[in-house]
């Protein structure tokens, strides 16, 4: 069974930065994808950003140009620097883990999240 434990969420001012990180534990697939989605209220869910076992990336269109996301494999953890935050920016966001090969390709792991809140 697959742990997926968030952090760095928090308050920050327009224009600011955060910095999220996401720890994996447990089942570790080799052929993955792990990445940041969000939920803002009265919204569905979103990608933000994800990045594959072979480093391939993908980002949101919310995320291009103001996010980075990026991994440490021997520690199975993802990150995601988001800078010039914008109140838009508000919402929960999730770490997910995707399985995409192997007899468990497609399954779908989520970290409980961690609130990101853009004010002044």
């Known amino acids: 069974q697959m742990q997926l434990v968030e952090s760095g969420g928090g308050l920050v001012q327009p224009g600011g930065s955060l910095r999220l990180s996401c720890a994996a534990s447990?089942?570790?697939?080799?052929?993955?994808?792990m990445g940041w989605y969000r939920q803002a209220p009265g919204k569905e869910r979103e990608l933000v950003a994800t990045?594959?076992?072979?480093?391939?990336?993908i980002y949101g269109d919310s995320a291009k140009g103001r996010f980075t996301i990026s991994k440490n494999n021997a520690k199975d953890t993802v990150a995601l620097q988001m800078n010039s935050l914008k109140p838009e920016d508000t919402a929960v966001y999730y770490c997910?883990?995707?399985?995409?090969?192997?007899?468990?390709?497609?399954?779908?792991?989520w970290g409980k999240g961690t609130l990101v809140t853009v004010s002044s």
């Open positions: 990045i594959t076992s072979n480093s391939r990336t």
């Open positions: 997910n883990f995707k399985v995409l090969g192997g007899t468990n390709a497609g399954m779908d792991y």
């Open positions: 447990g089942s570790i697939f080799s052929s993955n994808a």
